[in-house]
């Protein structure tokens, strides 16, 4: 596609239920992110993929959470038993540039409003 | 650990103005990108500036980078109104992600 799509939207959730956001990347890009936007805040990092691999998986805030990106595309970020803390917007973002590597920016799905009651 | 702030997180002004977004950073970096969000919206791409004394412009916003000072500017000229958005600094720190700033939430009033 001509950018990266991200499902569903939107999601509510009950306390301790299990969702999965899915990413979509722009066909090509070798680098996947997961970012957590707070409410009137930046976005903050979560994890990182590059092809299927995840290199850097360090802004994870707990266990509850698990990327995955099995064949190098399409990303699945799941929340495990989630919590009212959870509630944020989830951004995926791709690149096609490797880390370390000089130009290209990152490019920004719509993100899933994720609201955990 | 790198941080990243921007002055000011505030920003109401009226059209026709000029103003300056600040973005200060902690670490040596040279990458640096500036990004716009509106409400309820994902971020939209602005600039990229990849050396020192780099310098960008589109339509009323042109950006810097100062790399020595740890410094980006995003200057906003004769503001109209569809420049109301926040915006994001970000700095690569040279490994696999973004660190972003708080944003600045402008508002232009006519």
């Known amino acids: 596609g001509a950018g990266v799509s991200q499902s569903p939207r939107y999601k509510v959730a009950k306390r301790g239920q299990d969702v999965a956001l899915r990413c979509d990347p722009i066909?090509?890009?070798?680098?996947l992110f997961w970012y957590q936007q707070a409410l009137g805040q930046g976005p903050e990092f979560l994890t990182y993929f590059q092809n299927e691999a995840q290199l850097d998986k360090s802004g994870l805030p707990s266990d509850r959470f698990f990327a995955e990106r099995p064949e190098g595309s399409v990303s699945t970020l799941k929340i495990q038993r989630t919590q009212q803390e959870d509630s944020a917007v989830y951004l995926c973002?791709?690149?096609?540039?490797?880390?370390?590597?000089?130009?290209?920016?990152?490019?920004f799905g719509p993100g899933t409003r994720l609201t955990v009651l | 650990e790198l941080k990243v702030e921007q002055n000011p997180l505030f920003l109401s002004m009226q059209e026709g103005k000029n103003y300056t977004i600040y973005c200060n950073y902690s670490t040596t970096s040279d990458r640096l990108y500036w990004y716009r969000q509106d409400p309820g919206k994902s971020l939209e791409s602005l600039f990229v500036?990849?050396?020192?004394?780099a310098v960008k412009q589109e339509g009323r916003l042109m950006a810097s980078l100062d790399t020595k000072a740890r410094l980006s500017t995003l200057h906003i000229t004769a503001a109209v109104h569809d420049l109301s958005a926040t915006y994001f600094c970000a700095v690569d720190d040279y490994g696999q992600n973004f660190v972003f700033g708080p944003g600045t939430r402008l508002s232009v009033l006519p």
């Open positions: 066909s090509g890009h070798v680098s």
């Open positions: 973002a791709s690149s096609s540039r490797l880390a370390g590597a000089n130009t290209d920016t990152q490019y």
């Open positions: 500036l990849l050396s020192n004394g």
